[in-house]
């Protein structure tokens, strides 16, 4: 992330950080909860027009990390709050008449959320919001300043890649060796099947994606501006190259641009987002250290890549390390501190989801693996008919998920899948043959 985004820099304050208990809201909705030892969700469904119209609309009024606007948010609604900011003069409980007033003005010159809907549709792009199925629950953890909702534009499922993700970060001015370290960390991390998540910036964020992609594997860009505008121009190409191979996300409407106060908000979703923050290079005053120290009261992982003692771009990462930040060298260190579901871990007892409860893409994609062998993505997305950005996509879902998982440039099935779908296609032969001792 940018030095010049931070400053002021613990503008994530304890309480906006503060996990959300697990249960269901004033409005209606269920909350899971993510830590560092393991995640737990509760299944809801989708949400209706109403809502989701309304948390649109709310996303042009409120700006991002706003914790008494979620406050609000939780004490009456979307479709509440709306109302009480474009219609009546009601006042709002710990806002001044002049806040509130400003508030009523932005509510009044607010385009028409249809349009927003609109434009993110042509721009390949959607809204998820809590209660939706898509919706990752750990980002619930944030509290009052969890997101309205958050613009999404990608093929792939924003839950499941979060589950196996990590944030590589650091500074925008980095040098050769953190550019390196991050390239080679995030391609390390790919190529065992994680996720890697980052802010689309220059120097450290642009390496980590970069190195992700050419590695073949998954990256999340989470942008502080809307996911149709390239930003930074000069990463123009980059962010439509994890458009079309990951995702870009961020909570600003589309059309929106970035501000330094967005930038610092959009480091909690990072941080939130993922399993673990991986600090390669920072100064001081790096906006990096924003996501790093947000991780932290948030009770994920926090990691720091060391550099040179007389580096200036290694001293807040030095910081870090001398409080409650994990030393890390490659992506194998990494693993072993976050995984679950690692190659360091444990291996897994099976696959976490019923194969009859799969997405119907995902579940395509997983009937065209052989058994026993592993498949390029080449020859995957020819046998399901898709394409290559599409097939990957969705093995990475499968692998969130336990069915397969990745060695090299290949995909095969894990054992425990393939003892699952056997026992599927078992039950499917005898429904329809019978047992062989059944009666004729």
């Given at each position: 992330?940018?030095?010049?985004?931070?400053?002021?820099v613990?503008?994530?304050?304890?309480a906006?950080a503060?996990?959300?208990?697990?249960?269901v809201r004033?409005?209606?909705?269920?909350?899971?909860?993510?830590?560092s030892?393991?995640?737990?969700?509760?299944?809801?469904?989708?949400?209706?027009?109403?809502?989701?119209?309304?948390?649109?609309?709310?996303?042009?009024?409120?700006?991002?990390?706003?914790?008494r606007?979620?406050?609000?948010?939780r004490?009456?609604g979307?479709?509440?709050?709306?109302r009480?900011?474009?219609?009546?003069?009601?006042?709002?409980?710990?806002v001044?008449?002049?806040?509130?007033?400003?508030?009523?003005?932005?509510?009044?010159?607010?385009?028409?959320?249809?349009?927003?809907?609109?434009?993110?549709?042509?721009?390949?792009a959607?809204?998820?919001?809590?209660?939706?199925?898509e919706w990752?629950a750990?980002?619930?953890d944030?509290?009052?300043?969890?997101?309205?909702?958050?613009?999404v534009?990608g093929?792939?499922?924003?839950?499941?890649w979060a589950?196996?993700?990590?944030?590589?970060?650091?500074?925008?001015a980095?040098?050769?060796?953190?550019?390196?370290m991050?390239?080679a960390?995030?391609?390390?991390?790919?190529e065992?099947?994680?996720?890697?998540?980052?802010?689309?910036?220059?120097?450290?964020?642009?390496?980590?994606?970069?190195?992700?992609?050419?590695?073949?594997?998954?990256t999340?860009a989470?942008?502080?501006?809307?996911?149709?505008?390239?930003?930074p121009?000069g990463?123009?190409?980059?962010?439509?190259?994890?458009a079309e191979?990951?995702?870009?996300?961020?909570?600003l409407?589309?059309?929106?641009?970035?501000?330094?106060?967005?930038?610092?908000q959009?480091?909690r979703?990072?941080?939130?987002l993922?399993?673990?923050?991986?600090?390669?290079?920072?100064?001081h005053?790096?906006?990096?250290?924003?996501?790093?120290?947000g991780?932290?009261?948030?009770?994920?992982?926090?990691?720091?890549v060391?550099?040179?003692?007389?580096?200036?771009?290694?001293?807040?990462?030095?910081q870090?390390?001398?409080?409650?930040?994990?030393?890390?060298?490659d992506?194998?260190?990494?693993?072993e501190?976050?995984?679950?579901?690692?190659?360091?871990?444990?291996?897994?007892?099976?696959p976490?989801?019923?194969?009859?409860?799969?997405?119907?893409?995902?579940?395509?994609?997983?009937?065209?693996?052989?058994?026993?062998?592993?498949?390029?993505v080449?020859?995957?997305?020819?046998a399901a008919?898709?394409?290559?950005?599409g097939?990957?996509?969705r093995?990475?879902?499968?692998?969130?998920?336990?069915?397969v998982?990745r060695?090299?440039?290949?995909?095969?099935?894990?054992?425990?899948?393939m003892?699952?779908i056997?026992?599927?296609?078992?039950?499917?032969?005898?429904?329809?043959?019978?047992?062989p001792?059944?009666?004729?």
């Amino acid at each position: 992330m940018a030095d010049a985004e931070v400053a002021g820099v613990d503008a994530m304050s304890d309480a906006a950080a503060g996990s959300a208990a697990d249960g269901v809201r004033s409005d209606g909705e269920h909350v899971g909860h993510v830590g560092s030892s393991g995640m737990r969700r509760k299944e809801v469904g989708v949400v209706g027009q109403e809502e989701r119209l309304a948390r649109v609309a709310l996303g042009r009024i409120l700006e991002p990390g706003d914790a008494r606007a979620g406050a609000w948010l939780r004490a009456y609604g979307a479709v509440d709050l709306l109302r009480r900011l474009t219609e009546g003069d009601e006042s709002l409980p710990g806002v001044g008449r002049q806040r509130l007033q400003g508030l009523r003005l932005r509510a009044a010159e607010r385009p028409r959320a249809q349009q927003d809907l609109a434009a993110a549709a042509a721009a390949g792009a959607r809204f998820v919001c809590p209660g939706d199925r898509e919706w990752p629950a750990q980002l619930d953890d944030l509290g009052e300043t969890r997101p309205v909702g958050l613009w999404v534009r990608g093929e792939a499922d924003l839950r499941m890649w979060a589950l196996r993700s990590v944030a590589v970060v650091g500074s925008r001015a980095c040098t050769e060796y953190g550019a390196h370290m991050a390239a080679a960390l995030s391609a390390g991390l790919a190529e065992r099947g994680w996720i890697v998540v980052s802010g689309g910036a220059y120097g450290v964020d642009g390496a980590a994606h970069r190195g992700t992609l050419a590695s073949g594997g998954a990256t999340v860009a989470v942008l502080a501006s809307g996911v149709d505008v390239p930003y930074p121009r000069g990463h123009a190409r980059l962010l439509e190259r994890i458009a079309e191979q990951g995702l870009l996300l961020g909570e600003l409407p589309p059309g929106e641009h970035p501000t330094a106060y967005r930038f610092i908000q959009r480091n909690r979703v990072i941080a939130a987002l993922t399993r673990g923050t991986v600090v390669v290079e920072a100064a001081h005053r790096s906006g990096a250290l924003v996501t790093a120290r947000g991780a932290q009261r948030l009770g994920r992982h926090t990691m720091g890549v060391p550099g040179p003692a007389t580096s200036r771009y290694s001293q807040g990462v030095h910081q870090l390390l001398r409080g409650e930040a994990v030393l890390v060298t490659d992506a194998a260190e990494v693993i072993e501190l976050v995984g679950e579901m690692g190659e360091l871990a444990p291996e897994p007892r099976g696959p976490v989801l019923p194969r009859d409860l799969l997405p119907r893409p995902a579940a395509h994609v997983l009937e065209t693996l052989p058994a026993g062998r592993a498949a390029s993505v080449q020859d995957i997305a020819r046998a399901a008919a898709t394409t290559s950005d599409g097939a990957v996509a969705r093995l990475y879902e499968l692998q969130s998920l336990g069915f397969v998982e990745r060695h090299g440039d290949d995909w095969q099935l894990t054992r425990h899948a393939m003892v699952s779908i056997s026992e599927a296609g078992a039950g499917w032969r005898q429904e329809m043959f019978g047992r062989p001792d059944d009666p004729p």
